[in-house]
């Protein structure tokens, strides 16, 4: 069964760092490509990053470019988004989702298994 489990949010300030992690399990990395995502309250969830399937080449949302670095860890099965320079705009939930197969792309109908959120606040 295909399990995802996001952690590593929090509460911190502009312009400060948080890494968040995404637990893989029963899956391997190569398979599938990851990506995160984040919904503030009242907006629809915002592709972030991801990572392909195969190269393990990112992709990054044009809002978080610069700023954001996804990464993962095959052999513990874990993916990883390093954010720096944090803003307010930054608050959210964020996800980890994974599709099947090797790809560029953060459009959430593309990913099948969603993992449960972890809280982002950035305060001003």
């Known amino acids: 069964e295909v399990q995802l489990q996001a952690s590593g949010g929090g509460l911190v300030q502009a312009g400060g760092s948080l890494r968040l992690s995404c637990a893989a399990s029963?899956?391997?990395?190569?398979?599938?490509?990851i990506g995160w995502f984040r919904q503030a309250p009242g907006k629809e969830r915002e592709g972030v990053s991801c990572i392909h399937g195969g190269n393990g080449g990112p992709h990054y949302a044009d809002s978080v470019k610069g700023r954001f670095t996804i990464s993962r860890d095959n052999a513990k099965n874990m993916v990883y988004l390093e954010m720096n320079s944090l803003k307010p705009e930054d608050t959210a939930v964020y996800y980890c989702?994974?599709?099947?197969?090797?790809?560029?792309?953060?459009?959430?109908?593309?990913?099948?298994?969603w993992g449960q959120g972890t809280l982002v606040t950035v305060s001003s």
């Open positions: 989702g994974a599709a099947k197969g090797h790809l560029y792309s953060t459009v959430a109908a593309r990913y099948d298994h």
């Open positions: 029963g899956f391997t990395l190569d398979d599938y490509t």
